[in-house]
Each structure stands twice: as structure tokens, then as C-alpha cells.
């Protein structure tokens, strides 16, 4: 579970026996080239009698899927019981260490998501910087928060999206947690944005194949990037990611019927990492595969 990662805490999970408790079925960041934040889907043993869980910075959410469980979790001396209930996102609140114990019935799923603590701490500086009480953020989303749930599960299965999708995902959620269960508030919009998401856009064209950050994009307007996100959704009607994504599927629409470029080399200069990118993408927007289009 240890990556050579800037952006995550990651350290305090080496020499976790992590093959004693659990199966990982998906990494974002094998499988998908992630960067911007961590997705991993498991299989837990049924029971375990004493689970050390490190204390890391980043915010570590938990989407339990399948069969419920009862938790019981040790912090500051003390055990806990919790219900582990398939849909229910939890919160294990940062730089907090913990012992965790259970027994269930048969295997046990679940989609885990590390946020980094920098767009964390990013995002709560952008609406005043006050402190956020991490243990209040856990105990209010254990109430439920169907964006926040129905964001990890998409994101447990979006292993054919690039970094940039990751990278928005990661500031939406720093957002949610934020203002929905932080208590911080969203600071007021600024005025005329529209030429910046204008500017935004016309730097989209001109960098088409390359690998583009979401930060990059806002840095070079002045603007955060949850603002980037909301105005230009509010001015797009699509999030900087989808429309980037559009104008590569155009761009190589147009390369497909008006060239004989290779896949591969279509791939390259629309901005997709790979002829097999390319071609989930292009599905997913067309229905058609990109060879099919080609012979139309």
C-alpha cells in the first residue's frame, strides 16, 4: 500500500500486514495511473480479532458494499461499536491511530478512498481557514450523506477516467465534507468569470495532448479549484473534465474520418494515454468503438 506519493501520507502503512486482513481487487493508482488521490477496492477476512490501524494525515473514507458488520474500534483507550452498513460512508478522522475488531458472517467488501490533507487544508484556508474539528466531521457523516456515498462508489468503479477526473473528485469531496459537515461556509463566487472559463477553455484546445491538472488550469486563471469547477459547470453545463474529455472525442472524430493516422497515434494527440483509453472513452460519449467510427 506504500507509494512513492507526494501528495499522500502514506508511510505509516508500511509494514502493515495488509495480506492478514484483506484482498485488494483495484488500485486507482496501479490500475488507473492516479495521482491526486487513492482508490482501492477490498475483500476483508470475516473475522478479525485486533486490527492496528495507522495514524495518517489524509482523510480515509470507507464505503462498506455486501454484508454488514458490527465494529467495535479502540481510540484514546476506549472501545466503540459501530454497525458497518453496506452504503454508509465512514470517516476515519486523521492522525489518529486505532485498533479495530469484528465478526461477520462471510467475506466483507468495501470501497476506500485517501483524500489528501493538502486539498483538505487547501480547501478549508479558501473558506476562512478555520480549524476543522475532524472527530464532529466523522460523527455527522455517520448520519448519511447520499453525494458523498454515491461519489466513493463512482469512484470505485472509474478506473477508465484520467487524473483530472480524480483530481475534481478530490475537491468536490473536500468541499461536501467541509461546508456539509465541517460547518465551514462557501465563499461568495467572484463576478464575470465567464472569460475565465473562456480562457480555461481555450487553453483545453491548445494543450489537447497533454496531460492536463485540474490546479494548472485554475492557477492560470486565479481562481481555486472548487471555484474553476462550479463556475464553469454553472457557465458549461459540464465539469472542466467532461468537457475536456468532448473536445478530445471531437478532435479525434475529426482525425478518424479525415486521416490515416494510426489509433495509437490519434490517442497520442487527443491526449489519452493509451489506444485502449481512447477507446473506452470514445464508447462511453458514442456508443461505437473508435475503428467502427472510422469505417462508417
Known amino acids: ?63 462498506p458494499a455486501g454484508r454488514s458488520a458490527v465494529m467495535e474500534t479502540r481510540r484514546d483507550g476506549r472501545w466503540t461499536r459501530t454497525r458497518w452498513t453496506p452504503g454508509r460512508v465512514e470517516l476515519m478522522p486523521p492522525d489518529q491511530p486505532a485498533r479495530r475488531r ?64 480524480a483530481e475534481s473528485a478530490a475537491a468536490f469531496l473536500a468541499m461536501q465534507l467541509l461546508t456539509r459537515h465541517a460547518g465551514l461556509s462557501a465563499e461568495a463566487v467572484p ?26 488550469l485554475a492557477g492560470e486563471v486565479h481562481l481555486s479549484v472548487y471555484h474553476l469547477v462550479r463556475v464553469f459547470k454553472e457557465a458549461t453545463g459540464a465539469t472542466p473534465y467532461r468537457y475536456l474529455t468532448g473536445l478530445r472525442i471531437d478532435e479525434a472524430k475529426r482525425l478518424l474520418r479525415g486521416t ?11 491526449g489519452f494515454a493509451s489506444p485502449a483509453a481512447l477507446s473506452t472513452a470514445f464508447l462511453r460519449h458514442t456508443g461505437t468503438r473508435p475503428s467502427a467510427y472510422r469505417d462508417s
Not at 483545453?204 to 491538472?213: D, I, K, N, T, V
Request: proline share 4%.
Open 260 to 270: 490515416d493516422l494510426t489509433i495509437s497515434q490519434i490517442a497520442g494527440r487527443c
Open 102 to 165: 469484528y465478526r461477520a458472517d462471510g467475506v466483507l467488501n468495501s470501497v476506500q478512498v485517501h483524500l489528501p490533507r493538502a486539498v483538505v487544508d487547501s480547501t478549508a484556508a479558501q473558506l476562512g481557514g478555520a480549524a476543522v474539528d475532524f472527530d464532529a466531521m466523522a460523527a455527522s457523516l455517520t448520519a448519511g450523506d447520499p453525494l458523498v456515498e454515491e461519489i466513493v462508489r463512482a469512484l470505485g468503479g472509474a478506473g477508465g477516467a484520467d487524473d483530472l477526473y
Open 1 to 63: 500500500m506504500v507509494f512513492d506519493s507526494t501528495r499522500l501520507d502514506l508511510r505509516p502503512y508500511a509494514g502493515f500486514e495488509m495480506a492478514r486482513y484483506v484482498r485488494r481487487t483495484y488500485c486507482s493508482w496501479e490500475d488507473a495511473g492516479w495521482e491526486s488521490l487513492l482508490v482501492q477496492r477490498f475483500e476483508h477476512v470475516p473475522v478479525a480479532e485486533d486490527v492496528a490501524l495507522p495514524a495518517a494525515a489524509d482523510l480515509h473514507l470507507v464505503l
Open 191 to 216: 463576478a464575470r468569470e465567464n472569460p475565465r472559463v473562456r480562457a480555461v477553455i481555450a487553453a483545453m484546445r491548445e494543450r489537447l495532448a497533454e496531460p492536463l491538472a485540474l490546479a494548472d
